[in-house]
């Protein structure tokens, strides 16, 4: 009799199969729900690293455009009588703006580069006196989802005359199943400075 007792509670001590695998699957749920929430965290740092680095550019660009706009005149072809949209602009650098790009001739023009919803935007230093001299830099390592646009409206003023430039970049910001299109603009007025 006292051998049956220690059977029987040894027995109740011990865990049975079916106890094993509901522990065991209990187990499992809680570690994948673990696994897919540090996933999601890992595609969200991920995505905020890219955002971020698109806003660098992003601010980079606008502030080389701006530059560009304000301490330049627009190419003859982009002076409209009140309104142009165009897929690139061309600025004519002033004298005493660059002492390696000065005179007339100096140019610098925002186009894009890629294909397939992917464009790069491209600024080009170009100046014929100087041997040929042309520099291109691609502005962008996050892609932009549209190639850029410019919008060119003439505005008057009595006798004076200036030209407000807009730039509009789309971005496409990437991760795994996400895709953010992220849009920008910014508007310059194009006038020459006396230095």
């Not at 059977?7 to 695998?21: A, D, G, N, P, V």
Request: glycine share 4%; hydrophobic share 40%.
């Amino acid at each position: 009799m006292k051998k049956i007792s220690e059977k029987q509670s040894k027995m109740q001590k011990s865990f049975t199969l079916i106890e094993m695998i509901v522990v065991v699957a209990v187990m499992g749920l809680i570690l994948g729900g673990l696994v897919i929430s540090m996933s999601q965290i890992l595609n969200g740092e991920i995505m905020l690293s890219k955002m971020q680095a698109m806003e660098e550019e992003s601010r980079y660009i606008m502030d080389l455009f701006a530059q560009d706009a304000q301490y330049s005149e627009l190419n003859p072809t982009f002076k409209p009588d009140t309104f142009l949209t165009a897929e690139r602009i061309i600025f004519i650098l002033t004298d005493k703006r660059s002492d390696v790009l000065s005179g007339s001739t100096s140019t610098v023009e925002y186009n894009s580069t890629g294909s397939a919803d992917k464009y790069y935007l491209t600024r080009a230093l170009s100046n014929p006196s100087l041997n040929n001299f042309n520099e291109i830099s691609t502005l962008n390592t996050t892609p932009l989802k549209y190639k850029p646009t410019y919008k060119v409206r003439k505005v008057t003023n009595g006798d004076a005359e200036s030209y407000i430039i807009s730039i509009s970049l789309v971005f496409e910001v990437q991760t795994k199943g996400t895709v953010t299109i992220v849009p920008i603009e910014t508007s310059v007025v194009s006038r020459i400075f006396e230095f």
